[in-house]
């Protein structure tokens, strides 16, 4: 704590009342007369041309949308926003420079018409994640800076001199305010989101005079928002403002008793499918021996020590050398759909694998699996949980 205190201390008081002790008085007209030549000839030769390379490629890439209606899933918002900031961070530095390059000149004219279509674009995308999954504080935030740089932009037509000076203003504005108070994006995020959790319950009859009322009947889309909303909130430790759940609420503990259903769920993102469970029950390991893995696609190639035996771990295949034994991950893929299609919801024993091999048994008790599907092929990305080893005899 003290390394935080001393930051705060020299740049949230000290470095700013050094900072102001520089400004000049009110009134005081000041001139910048030169620049540094090397901020200059970046800004000239290479800031900018990237910008309009990327501005190139950025609306070339919507034209491609719009004509194929193919609205990409959760990365229009970060194709636009850090562009946007570096664009208009460089738009706002050049204003008082004199340039007298003619590329530099129509950036200065036309970039804030330019960056009208990514910043619809932009809106619209966070108003589609917004429909679907609530507002949450990346996307509460995005959409503060999509306010500032609609005000950037308006600015640009409106004010003519001094435009640093009100665009910084409105940005300290959005600032305090998505900060402190009712608007601030853990009082809006929290409010959003309790509104859907309230709304699904109600459609779902399980809300009766703030008490819930358990259904362990509801559509498994329903069952998988409550509880991604329930751990959101959770995440953003707010679940002791919900006035119907129980002091001491935690999701992958209570979700069963308190609603009627597990915590046991699979669930779609974008093209990735996602099976896990929150906590492990009770596990037979007498007699054997057990190791955790956590195997990702891009891992190198490892070994794992399972008692007498040497797991050879290399992406997708685990391999048992010595009793020439070999698993590929992904043949687990189509087992794991059909029993989700059959049940709606994955238990441990569903995620559990046995596989006998001369004197021994092994089993694979999976915590979470991570499938991604990509032109109609799927693959294991990532995979954790137990290895365990028997002799059967």
């Keep these: 704590m003290i390394y935080l205190d001393t930051m705060i201390i020299s740049f949230g008081i000290f470095g700013v009342i050094y900072y102001l002790s520089t400004v000049e008085q009110i009134n005081v007209q000041v001139e910048i007369s030169r620049y540094p030549k090397a901020v200059k000839v970046l800004l000239a030769y290479i800031v900018i041309p990237l910008i309009y390379a990327y501005t190139i490629i950025l609306y070339a890439y919507f034209v491609r949308i719009l004509v194929t209606f193919d609205w990409p899933k959760g990365i229009v918002a970060s194709l636009v926003l850090w562009y946007g900031i570096f664009a208009f961070i460089t738009f706002i530095a050049i204003e008082s420079i004199k340039f007298d390059k003619k590329w530099i000149q129509l950036f200065k004219k036309w970039f804030s018409v330019v960056f009208i279509l990514p910043l619809i674009m932009m809106i619209n995308s966070l108003l589609i994640r917004v ?62 989101q309790e509104s859907r959790l309230i709304s699904i319950m109600n459609s779902n009859q399980m809300l009766k005079d703030h ?47 308190i609603f009627g259903f597990p915590n046991y769920i699979s669930y779609k993102i974008r093209d990735d499918y996602v099976y896990r469970i929150e906590e492990f029950e009770s596990i037979d390991v007498e007699d054997g021996s057990v190791v955790f893995f956590d195997i990702n696609r891009f891992d190198e190639a490892y070994a794992e020590s399972l008692g007498q035996l040497t797991l050879e771990i290399d992406y997708p295949m685990v391999k048992i050398a010595s009793l020439d034994y070999e698993l590929d991950l992904n043949s687990l893929i189509d087992k794991l759909k059909v029993l989700n299609e059959e049940k709606g919801s994955l238990n441990q024993s569903d995620l559990t694998f046995l596989y006998s091999m001369n004197e021994f048994e092994l089993s694979i008790v999976i915590r979470s699996i991570e499938i991604n599907e990509s032109d109609n092929q799927c693959i294991v990305s990532n995979i954790q949980g137990l290895f365990i080893i028997k002799e059967t005899n």
Excluded: H
């Excluded at 069952?223 to 999701?251: C, H, Q, W």
């Design 211 to 257: 008490s819930i009322i358990k259904n362990s009947n509801i559509s498994q889309e329903d069952k998988e928002t409550i509880i991604s909303i329930l751990e959101y909130i959770e995440s953003i430790d707010m679940t002791n403002r919900i006035e119907f759940l129980p002091v001491g609420f935690v999701a992958y503990k209570d979700l069963e008793d």
């Design 131 to 192: 429909n679907y999954y609530g507002i949450t504080l990346p996307r509460y935030y995005v959409l503060i800076i999509s306010i500032w740089f609609s005000f950037i932009i308006i600015s640009s037509f409106i004010v003519k001199k001094q435009k640093a000076v009100y665009i910084a203003l409105i940005g300290v504005i959005l600032l305090l305010s998505s900060s402190f108070g009712p608007l601030s994006g853990l009082e809006v995020t929290y409010r959003n």
